[in-house]
């Protein structure tokens, strides 16, 4: 399996499991702050509307600009941020802020983490990879979603959210060892 290969599997599990470590209690923490469901809907839907958007306006940007793994690394430090700032959160309005921010960072890493994959792939073995590439970010998140509701009851939600900085954080250093030159494969001339 090539390097790439290996370290963006390792960048998304630890990012993926660090969003599911709140994930199914994410209506909890807002309750606690003194939102509802709806609140917990709408702060969802603007992680999920904005992101689209920024994926258009990052769409735009020339690519030789920026380099990927650097775009990956910011990207995943911005999140490490905004979860961070759920430590700060005291209203639903703090959360939906907190969300513009995820979803920047999450925009600003899936196409450069995209266009690697994509360039490290080995001809011929592209299902098998992604087969075990989600699967074994899956079972990871299904951890982190059992775990997640545990730390909180036991440490808090604000231990839980320097864990999943740290996950992020942790997925932005890793992101800085990728190479970005596509991989040389062979090539068999009949």
């Given at each position: 399996m090539h390097k790439n290969i290996k370290l963006l599997l390792l960048t998304s599990i630890l990012i993926h499991s660090g969003a599911n470590l709140l994930a199914p209690i994410y209506a909890i923490f807002i309750k606690q702050i003194g939102g509802d469901l709806i609140d917990a809907g709408i702060a969802i839907g603007i992680y999920a509307l904005l992101k689209g958007v920024f994926y258009f306006l990052f769409g735009r940007i020339k690519e030789e600009l920026f380099s990927k793994r650097i775009m990956m690394c910011i990207g995943y430090s911005v999140m490490g941020i905004g979860y961070l700032a759920y430590i700060f959160a005291a209203k639903p309005l703090d959360v939906f802020l907190i969300q513009i921010i995820i979803s920047l960072?999450?925009?600003?890493?899936?196409?450069?983490?995209?266009?690697?994959?994509?360039?490290?792939?080995?001809?011929?073995?592209?299902?098998?990879?992604?087969?075990?590439?989600?699967?074994?970010?899956?079972?990871?998140?299904?951890?982190?979603?059992?775990?997640?509701?545990?730390?909180?009851?036991?440490?808090?939600?604000?231990v839980l959210f320097g864990i999943m900085a740290g996950f992020a954080i942790t997925s932005g250093i890793l992101s800085l060892f990728v190479e970005e030159k596509p991989i040389k494969t062979e090539v068999n001339c009949i």
């Open positions: 960072g999450e925009t600003v890493i899936n196409p450069s983490w995209s266009a690697i994959i994509a360039t490290s792939l080995e001809k011929g073995k592209e299902r098998h990879l992604y087969a075990n590439f989600f699967g074994y970010r899956s079972i990871f998140e299904g951890i982190a979603a059992i775990f997640g509701g545990l730390f909180a009851m036991k440490f808090g939600f604000n």
